[in-house]
């Protein structure tokens, strides 16, 4: 079992659609990250956070420390979120354990 | 300000080679990472500077793999004797201070090893 699980792996959204993006981890962290990263390859840091929620934009991300569960959710989802997402857990040695990423196709 | 930069984009090389993958990190960012990305895989951790302390190299997936970072700042990932399998984009990160710090990706490195 992967130390950090994302659900569900391919997700095809209608724009203005609201999605979830789930994370389950079974490591002990300090911090969880989510990252965004589009066709070209680049990676951009969204969130970062240890505890209750952060918004950012259209963007917000909850965790749930008791439960080792976070979720990233997008409200009125555009062709321009198209991207893959993947949830990152902060090890005790200070690297990131990666999630395989959610794949998120957003349609016009 | 400058991002976190890499070179070269993409690097081809024959099998047995060895390469070296440049990072500049942002400025005054003391943390640096070193991971990969094969194909159709996600991301692996490979090695990781905090300040002047010796880095934690456990990531790194054998012996012919070996990072260094000069002066607090650029790093250089050596890869010798290159393989087949070697082939992946190769990313580098920096944060302001340590892991709890929000990491800053580079556009990454394709090596290919033909």
């Known amino acids: 079992k992967n130390e950090v699980e994302q659900s569900p792996q391919n997700l095809t959204a209608q724009e203005g659609e609201f999605i979830t993006i789930n994370c389950s981890y079974s490591?002990?962290?300090?911090?969880l990250h989510w990252l965004q990263q589009h066709p070209g390859g680049g990676i951009v840091s969204l969130f970062m956070?240890?505890?209750g929620k952060k918004k950012h934009g259209r963007l917000i991300a909850t965790i749930n420390i008791q439960e080792k569960h976070s979720s990233l959710h997008i409200t009125a989802s555009h062709p321009r979120d198209s991207a893959v997402y993947i949830c990152?857990?902060?090890?005790?040695?200070?690297?990131?354990?990666f999630g395989k990423g959610t794949k998120l196709s957003v349609k016009p | 300000g400058a991002g976190v930069s890499q070179s070269p984009s993409n690097k081809v090389t024959e099998k047995g080679k060895d390469v070296e993958l440049r990072c500049d990190p942002i400025?005054?960012?003391?943390?640096l990472y070193w991971y990969r990305q094969s194909l159709g895989q996600g991301l692996e951790f490979l090695i990781y500077?905090?300040?002047?302390?010796?880095?934690?190299k456990s990531g790194l997936p054998s012996d012919r793999f070996s990072a260094e970072r000069t002066g607090g700042s650029v790093s250089t990932l050596t890869i010798q004797r290159t393989q087949q399998e070697d082939s992946a984009v190769y990313l580098c990160?920096?944060?302001?201070?340590?892991?709890?710090?929000?990491?800053?990706f580079g556009p990454g490195t394709r090596l290919t090893v033909t």
């Open positions: 990160a920096s944060s302001l201070g340590g892991p709890n710090y929000e990491q800053y």
């Open positions: 956070l240890s505890s």
């Open positions: 990152a857990v902060l090890g005790s040695q200070g690297n990131l354990i």
């Open positions: 500077f905090q300040g002047n302390s010796a880095p934690d």
């Open positions: 400025s005054g960012h003391t943390a």
């Open positions: 490591v002990g962290i300090s911090a």
